[in-house]
Structure formats: C-alpha cells, structure tokens
C-alpha cells in the first residue's frame, strides 16, 4: 500500500480509503448495504490487513447507523494508526436549524459524531455538500473553533464547485482559519467532469483529492455489459441513480476497454479502473465501498495493480471530455502560457 500526502497537510493517507456507506441499511442507504456489526468489523480488519489506514463516513449515512456501527468496531485508543474522517451538513431531524453549515448545526452534529464513533477527535471532517445560505465566515470560524478545541484535526469539503472551494479558501487566508486540506469528489472513467475545475484547483491550490464512488456505482465494475439485463444484487437492480449517465453508448465503450485490459491482464475490471484513477495527478486516495468480502478483497488489490502507459492511453482515449468554454479557446489562443494546473485538462487536446 502506498501512502500520500494529503494536499498541504504532514498526514499521509492510504492510496485506498474504505468507505462506510453500507454499514446500517436505514432509509435510503438501504439500497447500498445494510451490514451489521459482525460482518462491518471482518471489512474493517480485511482493509486494515492491507494497510488502509482511513475509513470515511458520515454522519448522514443510515441517519447515523453507520458511525454507531463504526463506534462499536473502532471506538477506544485507535489501532494501527488508524484514522477516521467523517462528513456533515445534510439533515440529521426535522427541525429548522439540523441541517446546513451554520455554526449551530456543525457543532453539534460534529458533538453527536463524537458520541456515536466513541472517540475524541474526528481526524478529518468535512463539509459534504454547499450550503448557499451560510455565510462562509461563519462556516469556516465553526470548524477553525473545532480544530483549536481539539475535536478535529484537519478540515475538508465535498461536493463543492470551483468557484464554492476558491471563495472558501479566500475567506480562510483573509480571516486567518484552518484551510481546507482536501476535496471529496465524484471522479471516474465515466464521469471526469473535476477535470474542469476541481482537479486544476487541488493541484493549483494544494489540495488533496478523495475519490467517492470511483467504480460509478458500480457500472464499472464489469458486471455491467452492452445490450445485457441489469445484474440482480447491484445498486443500479436496486434503482440507484447515481451518476447520471449522459451518453449510454460512450459508458460501454469504457466498460469494453475496461474489460479488454483487464482480461489480458488477469485481474478485475474493478481494479483496472482503480488503478486508473490512483495513478491520475491530483488523486490522493480512492474511496472503496461494497458489501461482501470478495468485494472488498478484490478492490484492495488495485493498490498493487500498475497500468502500463499503452493501458493508460487508451483508457484516456476512450473517456476524454470534450473541451467546454472557456478551455477550447484558451487550448487555441493561450497553449503556451498555460500552468501545469491548466495542462491538467488541455495538455490531452493538444496532442497530434
């Protein structure tokens, strides 16, 4: 397993993360998972084995479920350093102030995270969605307030689009808070819209990258094929819509690259696109999630797996976006002052 820096910060994250959404089975979460404590703790020692050293939750996942479930399986002195990162800002009760990023609501919901993870300090705690109607000074002093009272060591932000993350990180220089030190995205083979914004951004800005549903809720997993019915078990059988797809025929064009590789190389597709995504600048860890040991033991073994540049190329072939403006005319007018963030997107389109 190897480790990376996360964005300007001294911590150093496994490449892959584990991710806790199938811990609980309440509400709509059902659809991913609904593992118990027993069957949770035997995936958090599996990842643990394989040197994961971050489990990602949110308090919003089973309306809180899963952090319990976490709380029984890692609650007390932590083992083999490992670290714990949680999310808040959805709504966790009816009333008007249990959601959103007002100081109201993240302090509290970071208090009742405390509580149900039966630890002291949550290490990296992150902001899951945009919240247009809280000030940022008032967001950010909330969570600098958690940091310097010892609740949270490192902050971060998900879901947030360029212009959101900058703003935010203008008002943390200005007013002298915690900074962000990374951003938990939507990025895979399928969907690289954060190619746009949001990956030129962390590398620019020094921001780390965590990867949420990197296997596209699983229509990259291989079991998902052209012109065949939809496996019973997955999350699509289930009504799952997310991500979107915008253009069918362009999915299974991956899906066929995906399994190409993977054939000739006698591993998964799953850890070919893995292996894709941890190789990609910008990327810190890949979120990985599922429901059965073989899931999870097959995920964990993309940390080993290295594509060839030849794999690369026709991975990024076969998934490359389309310029949008203002890309395509700085591409045309601006390539030879552009910054290595810039090239992040352009450098591709610039070839031939």
Known sequence: MEYRLLGRSGLKISTIT?????????????????????????LVDMCLDAGVNLIDTADVY???????????????????????????????????????????HLISACEASLRRMKTDVIDLYQLHEWDGQTPLEETLEALDTLVRHGKVRYIGCSNFSGWHIMKALGVSE??????????????TLEARDAEYELL?????QGLGILVWSPLAGGLLSGKHRRN??????????????????RDENRLWNIV???????????????????????????VTSVIIGGRTD???????????????????????????PQLLYPYWHQKNTANDRLSEADLSLVAPHLKG
Not at 257 to 281: C, F, H, P, T
Not at 295 to 315: C, G, V
Request: charged share 25%; net charge neutral; aromatic share 6%.
């Open 18 to 42: 584990m991710g806790t959404m199938t811990f609980g089975g309440k509400g709509w979460a059902k659809t991913v998972g609904d593992l118990g404590v027993g069957e949770a703790r035997r």
């Open 62 to 104: 089973s309306q809180g479920a899963s952090e319990e479930i976490l709380g029984e399986i890692i609650g007390g002195p932590r083992k083999n350093g490992l670290l714990i990162a949680t999310k808040a800002r959805f709504p966790m009760g009816d009333g008007p102030n249990n959601a959103g990023s007002s100081r109201h």
């Open 174 to 187: 200005k007013d002298g808070r915690e900074r962000f030190v990374s951003q938990q995205i939507h990025y």
């Open 200 to 204: 030129p951004i962390s590398i620019d």
């Open 228 to 245: 065949q019915a939809t496996p019973e078990g997955t999350r699509q059988f289930a009504g799952w819509t997310e991500p979107p797809i």
């Open 256 to 282: 066929d690259a995906l399994v190409a590789i993977a054939e000739s190389r006698n591993v998964s597709a799953a850890q070919v696109a893995l292996s894709w995504l941890i190789g990609r600048k910008g």
């Open 294 to 320: 073989a899931q999870f033991k097959d995920n964990l073994a993309a940390a080993e797996l290295k594509l060839s540049a030849e794999e690369r190329q026709r991975l990024d072939d076969v998934s490359l």
